[in-house]
């Protein structure tokens, strides 16, 4: 069984920055894929970033884009999000994720973590 810990969430004052971490622990972890995806209060989960395991090609959610940065080591089975420029709207709880396979849907993930809170004030 997989298991994923999110850390590094907080309180950040908009502009700021912050760097989550995911942790991932399991026998033969060797995913297709990890993510963050986010979900604000009252509001549906919604992507953030990706990040292929084997080659590091990443992508991005437009409000992430130029902001994020997804970063990942293979070795530690951790995988990074850097966020700058911090907005209150990016205020969310962030999940960390990983998939097996590279088909499905963009929600389509296997593992799950409990999330790290980010509140990013005004």
């Known amino acids: 069984q997989v298991q994923l810990v999110e850390s590094g969430g907080g309180l950040v004052q908009a502009g700021g920055s912050l760097r989550l971490s995911c942790a991932a622990s399991?026998?033969?972890?060797?995913?297709?894929?990890m993510a963050w995806f986010r979900q604000a209060p009252g509001k549906e989960r919604e992507f953030v970033s990706s990040?292929?395991?084997?080659?590091?090609?990443?992508i991005y959610s437009d409000s992430a884009k130029g902001r994020f940065t997804v970063s990942r080591d293979n070795a530690k089975n951790t995988v990074w999000l850097q966020m700058n420029s911090l907005k209150p709207e990016d205020t969310a709880v962030y999940y960390c994720?990983?998939?097996?396979?590279?088909?499905?849907?963009?929600?389509?993930?296997?593992?799950w973590g409990q999330g790290t809170q980010v509140t990013v004030s005004s």
């Open positions: 990040i292929v395991w084997s080659g590091g090609s990443a």
């Open positions: 399991g026998r033969a972890f060797s995913p297709y894929a």
């Open positions: 994720a990983a998939r097996v396979s590279r088909w499905g849907g963009v929600y389509a993930y296997d593992y």
